[in-house]
C-alpha cells in the first residue's frame, strides 16, 4: 500500500494532474475498514434506541391504553374470523392490534413494546450470518466476534421480554460457530471434508431415529437421502392420516399474502372496526410521539439494511476523488474532493471536510461510515 501512495505521488510530480482517483486495492481496504466502524456503529444503536424507547415509556404506555381500547375490539374479533376461516393455512400469522389500526407497523409495534425494535432487528442474526461466516471472518476476522459480544452483553443488560431469550441462545451459538469458522480460516482448513463427515454422522443418527420408529431402512440403493425422504413422508402419512389432505390445503393457503392485512381487509366489515385511520396514532397519541417513535425506528432500519450488506461484504464506496497535493506528507494526508456511496441502492455524491489518510485508512473510514450512515437514515421515511 506505501509502494502504491508513492508512485502514485510521484506521478502527480512528474504528470499534468489535478486530483487522483483512489486505486483499487487501497479502495477495497477502505471499504473493508467502512464495514468495520458501521458494525461497531449497529450495535451502538441498537443500545442507543433501547434507552431512548425507556424514555418515552410514560408516553407510549398511554398511548398502549387508548389504542388497546379503541382497536382490541376489532383486533379480537377479526383474529376469530380468520383463525375460522384459514384453520388450515400453514401461513397464518397472528392478527395483532397493529395489523388493524392503519399505522406504520414499525411505530405502533414499538409503542405497544418498548423491546420490539431490539429484538426485530436481531431476530434473524443467525440466518442472516452462518450461511456467510467464513468469508465475514476473512472480511472483518476479530471484529465479527466483538461485534457479537457486544450484541449479546446488550440484551442481557437491557432486555427482558421472553422473546429476547431464543435470540440469546442464537447469539451464543453464533460466538461459538465464530471460533469454529475463525480456527479453519487462521489454518487454512477447508471445511468440505469435515461437511461431509458431519453431514455423515447426522445421517447415521437420522437412520438410527428412523428405525426405531418402525421405519426400515435398507441399503439396496445406496442413495441414504432419497430413502430418507420417501420413509419420512410415508411414516407421516402412516401416522397421520390428515398429513396429505393438510398439505394440499396449505398449497391453497400459500397465495395469500401479507395474511394479516388480507385478513382485515376481508372482514373489516363484519367486525367493529369503524375507527381505523391510517393516522389512528396521530389522532389518539398525538403528532409528537408518533414523530419521537418514528425517529428512533428510523435507524434501527439503517442498521437492518446496512446489516445486510456487511453481511455480503458489499462495498458501499463506489470511487474516491482527492488532491494530488500531500496536506500531511508524514501521514499522506490528502484533501478528499469527492466520493460517492451506494445509499439504499443508489450512488450518491458526497464533499468531505476530512481527509483521505492513506497510511490511517481506518480513520477515514470511520468519517465516511458516520457520513453514509446520517444519509441513509434521511433517506428512511416511517411516517
Not at 506528507?329 to 471536510?353: C, E, M, P, W
Request: charged share 20%; aromatic share 6%; proline share 2%.
Amino acid at each position: 500500500m506505501e509502494n502504491t501512495s508513492f508512485i502514485l505521488v510521484l506521478l502527480c510530480l512528474i504528470l499534468p494532474c489535478s486530483s487522483l482517483v483512489l486505486d483499487d486495492a487501497n479502495l477495497q481496504a477502505l471499504n473493508r475498514d467502512v464495514r468495520t466502524a458501521l458494525l461497531q456503529k449497529i450495535s451502538n444503536t441498537l443500545s442507543s434506541a433501547n434507552n431512548q424507547m425507556n424514555y418515552q415509556s410514560s408516553q407510549t404506555q398511554n398511548c398502549q391504553s387508548q389504542l388497546s381500547g379503541a382497536f382490541d375490539a376489532c383486533a379480537a374479533c377479526v383474529k376469530d374470523a380468520c383463525d375460522h376461516n384459514f384453520q388450515n393455512c400453514h401461513e397464518k400469522k397472528p392478527v395483532t392490534l397493529c395489523d388493524v389500526t392503519g399505522t406504520n407497523y414499525k411505530v405502533c409495534r414499538a409503542i405497544m413494546n418498548s423491546e420490539s425494535l431490539a429484538l426485530d432487528a436481531t431476530s434473524d442474526f443467525d440466518g442472516k450470518m452462518r450461511k456467510v461466516m467464513r468469508r465475514m471472518v476473512q472480511d472483518q476476522e476479530a471484529h465479527i466476534l466483538t461485534f457479537l459480544k457486544n450484541i449479546k452483553s446488550f440484551m442481557d443488560s437491557s432486555l427482558r421480554s421472553a422473546g429476547s431469550g431464543p435470540i440469546r441462545k442464537s447469539l451464543e451459538s453464533l460466538i461459538t460457530y465464530y471460533g469454529t469458522v475463525k480456527t479453519a480460516v487462521d489454518a487454512g482448513i477447508h471445511h468440505n471434508a469435515a461437511l461431509q463427515n458431519s453431514l455423515n454422522s447426522m445421517s447415521d443418527v437420522m437412520k438410527q431415529g428412523m428405525e426405531s420408529a418402525g421405519v426400515q431402512m435398507s441399503s439396496a440403493t445406496g442413495n441414504f437421502m432419497t430413502e430418507l425422504a420417501f420413509n419420512l413422508a410415508r411414516m407421516l402419512a402412516t401416522n397421520n392420516p390428515t398429513f396429505g389432505r393438510r398439505k394440499r390445503q396449505a398449497t391453497t393457503c400459500s397465495t395469500i399474502r401479507n395474511f394479516p392485512a388480507h385478513c382485515f381487509s376481508a372482514f373489516q366489515t363484519e367486525c367493529p372496526c369503524t375507527g381505523h385511520s391510517p393516522s389512528a396514532i396521530l389522532n389518539l397519541c398525538g403528532a409528537h410521539l408518533q414523530s419521537s417513535i418514528a425517529a428512533i425506528a428510523k435507524p434501527i432500519q439503517t442498521a437492518n439494511e446496512i446489516f445486510d450488506r456487511i453481511c455480503v461484504q458489499e462495498d458501499l464506496i463506489q470511487k474516491v476523488n482527492y488532491e494530488n497535493v500531500a496536506v500531511d506528507r508524514h501521514n499522506l494526508g490528502y484533501n478528499i474532493v469527492k466520493y460517492s456511496a451506494a445509499i439504499r441502492g443508489i450512488n450518491l455524491d458526497f464533499t468531505a471536510q476530512f481527509q483521505l489518510r492513506i497510511l490511517n485508512l481506518p480513520r477515514t473510514a470511520s468519517e465516511m461510515a458516520e457520513a453514509i450512515w446520517g444519509k441513509w437514515v434521511k433517506k428512511i421515511n416511517l411516517v
